[in-house]
């Protein structure tokens, strides 16, 4: 037990949880931006309110989620923890390549500038709908005799406000900045990037990062204009 331990909280450690929470995460945005896509399907909602009540109260998906707010926590403690270290080491070597001290550095500070606005465009995310859904009294619609509650009019109403639209919109950028870096920084961090194969997977980390971050934009953007 006492050698995981050891291994988890040395920078070879820090690194492989850093890489996997980050993949876990990629994955959740796909799956996340690709059921918001249901905000499209239909005026009315009732397509992204019956997904979001299966979504949301499905115990295996449930228990994901646990999972994933865990992951998301674990990812932004452990970048905290390796910015600061990296701000006391002198020079090195950077996700395997040996690198300047400043180039280091600044990698990683962007990488933690980034971090922390996601992380602050998350708690205000989760405050106006997961919160909102799971604590507070909502709007709801009843679907085949289901009572289920109302989101997409919680959505349109949010998307009506020029600042969340605005902040949506950074934040989304920020998102696509910290994908293109950290999506194949995790796979060199694992040692699965060679001569080989590291030309597909930065194309793959490029298309990745710019489409996925398309997609939720899309959402503020067509609610802002068309609805
Ligand atoms: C811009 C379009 C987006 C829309 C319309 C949207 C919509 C929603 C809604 C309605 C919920 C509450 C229902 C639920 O828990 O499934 C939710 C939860 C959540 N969203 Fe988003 N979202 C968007 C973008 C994002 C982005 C870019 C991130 C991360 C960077 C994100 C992270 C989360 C997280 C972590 C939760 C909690 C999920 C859970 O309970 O498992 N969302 N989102």
Known sequence: MKWIIDFLLSSLGKKLIMSLTGLFLCLFLVVHMLGNLQLFFDN???????YAYTMTTNPLIKIISYGNYFFILLHAVQGILITMYNRKAKGGSYQGK?????????????MRNLGLLILVFIG?????FWAQMHFFQMETQVYNGVEVKDLYSLVKEAFSQAWVVVFYLIALVALAMHLMHGFWSAF???????KKYGPIIRA????YAILVPLGF???PIVFYVLK
Do not use: K, P
């Not at 205000?124 to 106006?128: A, E, I, Y």
């Open 124 to 128: 205000l995310h989760m405050w106006q």
């Open 204 to 207: 793959v980390a490029m298309g």
């Open 98 to 110: 040996e690198v300047s001290d400043t180039e280091a550095r600044l990698a990683s500070r962007n």
């Open 217 to 219: 934009a899309a959402m």
């Open 44 to 50: 009315t909602g009732e397509a992204f309110n019956v």
């Open 188 to 194: 060199q961090s694992m040692g699965l990037s060679n």
